[in-house]
Nanobody, 120 residues
Framework: QVQLHESGGGTVQAGESRRLSCSFS?????MGWFRQAPGKEREGVAT????????FYADSVKGRFTLSRDAVKDTMTLQMDNLLPEDTAIYYC????????????????WGQGTQVTVSS
């Protein structure tokens, strides 16, 4: 329903930083970043509402990741600092029309994913 494209993945050492970007068209009320490791379920990382800019961060990334959204340029950025090996996963940007943007059920459009690998 919505086209999204992520970029910026790669391999980094623990403690380093990485910035992911997502372009989308059109936007939806809920926009966010999710990740999935092999054999694991997809989990929410950071989400934001288009109306009021209310943000949600998973406990595992609070204080390390920062989500930004530019409504004019239709882009979304995830700044990842102090990366840990546990952050290794495929990262997806997503869009949806739900009202509770922290809930994965609110999303129905997904990007192709970008791989982030963090080595010790």
């Amino acid at each position: 329903q919505v086209q999204l494209h992520e970029s910026g993945g790669g391999t980094v050492q623990a403690g380093e930083s990485r910035r992911l970007s997502c372009s989308f068209s059109p936007s939806r009320y809920c926009m966010g970043w999710f990740r999935q490791a092999p054999g694991k379920e997809r989990e929410g990382v950071a989400t934001i509402s288009g109306a009021g800019g209310r943000t949600f961060y998973a406990d595992s990334v609070k204080g390390r990741f920062t989500l930004s959204r530019d409504a004019v340029k239709d882009t979304m950025t995830l700044q990842m600092d102090n990366l840990l090996p546990e952050d290794t996963a495929i990262y997806y940007c997503a869009a949806g029309s739900g009202t509770e943007c922290y809930n994965t059920a609110s999303y129905n459009s997904w990007g192709q994913g970008t791989q982030v690998t963090v080595s010790s």
